[in-house]
Each structure stands twice: as C-alpha cells, then as structure tokens.
Antibody, heavy 117, light 106 residues
C-alpha cells in the first residue's frame, strides 16, 4: 500500500524553526517528484515547495522562499522540510504529497500541524 | 496563474446534479486537476488532465474544459460527496489551487 506519513509538527514561537519529515512507503520513492502543501485553519490549499525525484531541482512558493528548505533522502525514503524564521501566517496543517504527470498530487499524507504562536 | 472557483458554496440535495466551475487567469492547456476534501482529511485526487478520472473514482464524477474554463460535474450526489472541491494547475510553477467550492446538503 502506498503511504505517506508526516511528522515533526508542533508549537513554535515566531522566529523559531521546525523540521518536518515525511516517510514514504509502497512505491519507488526516488522515481517521483514530491511536494509540501499546507492549509491554514479554515482556509484553502497552498502549495509550499516541490522537489524532483533526484533532489537536484527544488521549487518554492514566494511566501516561503529564503526561509524554507526542501530536501529528500532517497536511501531512507524520506522527504523533509526545514522551516526557519517562522511566522504566524505559517500556521496550518502541512501535507506531503506524491506528484505524477508533472503536476497531479495523487497520494497525500494525513498531515502534521504547525502552530506558530 | 490564479484559479477562481465558483460558486463558493453549492447547496444541493442528494440525487441532484452538481456543477462546479474553475476559471484560470491564463491558459493552463489541460493541466488541470480536481480534488475532494472532507473535514479532517487530506485531499483526494478525483480528476487529472481536465477530464480523466483518477483510479477508483466513481463514474458520477466527470470533468471537462480546456485552456481557461473548466467544470467538475457530479451527476447525482451521494451522501459521501458533500465536501469541499479544489481545482489545481501547473502549467507553470508554482502549483496553484483554486479557493474551493463547498458542496453542502440543502
């Protein structure tokens, strides 16, 4: 079964840091681009960052560029998101998602909650 | 690219037809996907490439459109279909999502 399981969320003060991880199983992890998508309480979906299968290409939303860093460890089937200089507007549920066809997110984790306060 | 979904809320009864719209600020060709999200759950991919159902998605869900105007149709609403629906594109980075349409029970 294809699964994604996020971890690392929690409560952090403004200006603080947090590292999210996403453990993947049930598919050939290195073959797929991966993404982070977040959802503020009661709001819609916001794409945060993406990374190619090899890890050589990374992409960021303007709202997080320079503060967040996406990475992956294909030997451990793990996706990471290092979040620095956190702001209250970064509060929300963070989902990792597997990408297919260059843009569709076909498998999602259950999410991990980040609260900046 | 900005995706605008309408209406924001759709109040319908089970068995009725739901028609949801997604309009792009510029052409996204057919690189348009639809997702369903229920409270407390992750989104689920319904439709990709504007009109193709994802694996396991019932035939009552259909998508149409191209370039800037897209539609998600649920032919006959089942109780489990009451949820929020998002469209999403990536003709160019960044990925963007529409604001969502909530389909609620009338």
């Amino acid at each position: 079964e294809v699964q994604l399981l996020e971890s690392g969320g929690g409560l952090v003060q403004p200006g603080g840091s947090l590292r999210l991880s996403c453990a993947a199983s049930g598919f050939t992890f290195r073959s797929y681009d991966m993404n982070w998508v977040r959802q503020a309480p009661g709001k819609g979906l916001e794409w945060v960052s993406g990374i190619s299968g090899s890890g050589t290409s990374t992409y960021y939303a303007d709202s997080v560029k320079g503060r967040f860093t996406i990475s992956r460890d294909n030997s451990k089937n793990t996706l990471n998101l290092q979040m620095n200089s956190l702001r209250s507007e970064d509060t929300g549920v963070y989902f990792c998602a597997k990408m297919v066809r260059g843009y569709c997110l076909d498998v999602w984790g259950k999410g991990t909650t980040v609260t900046v306060s | 690219i900005v995706l605008t979904q309408s209406p924001a809320t759709l109040s319908l009864s089970p068995g009725e037809r739901a028609t949801l719209s997604c309009r792009a600020s510029q052409s996204v060709s057919s690189y348009l996907a639809w997702y369903q999200q229920k409270p407390g759950q992750a989104p689920r991919l319904l439709i990709f490439d504007a009109s193709n159902r994802a694996t396991g998605i019932p035939a009552r869900f259909s998508g149409s459109g191209s370039r800037t105007d897209f539609t998600l149709t649920i032919s006959s609403l089942e109780p489990e279909d009451f949820a929020v629906y998002f469209c999403q594109q990536r003709d160019n980075w960044p990925l963007t999502f529409g604001g969502g349409t909530k389909v609620e029970i009338k």
